[in-house]
Every structure is written in structure tokens, then in C-alpha cells.
């Protein structure tokens, strides 16, 4: 079984390089780094709220109202079964 790039694999290489463009841009021209990098910034920001909200990891909305059962629940962030 071979690995398959995803929408979200994607993403997650275009913030990486957004914010290194940034910085080769901050350190290659006159333009500041601090500016070259927020502006940059930006622009990841924007593929995040784009993968979040636009291009969503649900198929449908029906699938947020899903209840899980507590079965199902990791016990790691279960409260209920925390013991000291």
C-alpha cells in the first residue's frame, strides 16, 4: 500500500513554505525580514482558515453532530475515569 498525497498534506507544505519564502524574501531584499515574514504569515493563515472552514475534514455537516459513545473515547481525555 503506497502513500498517497492528500489536501492536507498539501496545506501543511504550503505554510511551511510561505513562511520560508518569507523569510528568503526578508533576507534577499531591502524589504524587512519582521515585514517579509507577517506578510508571508498572512498567507498561511489564509490556507489554514481555508482548510478549516472552506475545504472542511468532514464530509458532511451531518457528520458533526455525530455523538460519539463513551466507549469510544480515548482515556486519555476521558475525565470521568481520572484517578490521582
Known amino acids: 500500500m503506497g502513500y498517497t498525497v492528500h489536501y492536507y498534506d498539501l496545506v501543511l507544505v504550503c505554510i511551511a513554505a510561505s513562511l520560508a ?3 528568503l524574501v526578508g533576507y534577499a531584499t531591502p524589504i524587512a525580514l ?5 506578510v508571508l ?3 498561511a493563515i489564509g490556507l ?6 472552506v475545504n472542511g475534514p468532514v464530509d458532511r455537516p ?9 466507549e469510544e473515547v ?7 475515569d481520572a484517578t490521582e
Open 62 to 70: 451531518e457528520d458533526l453532530t455525530a455523538e460519539v459513545p463513551l
Open 41 to 43: 504569515g498572512f498567507v
Open 48 to 53: 489554514i482558515l481555508h482548510a478549516l472552514f
Open 74 to 80: 480515548p482515556q486519555v481525555l476521558s475525565p470521568l
Open 21 to 23: 519564502v518569507g523569510a
Open 34 to 38: 519582521e515585514v517579509s515574514i507577517v
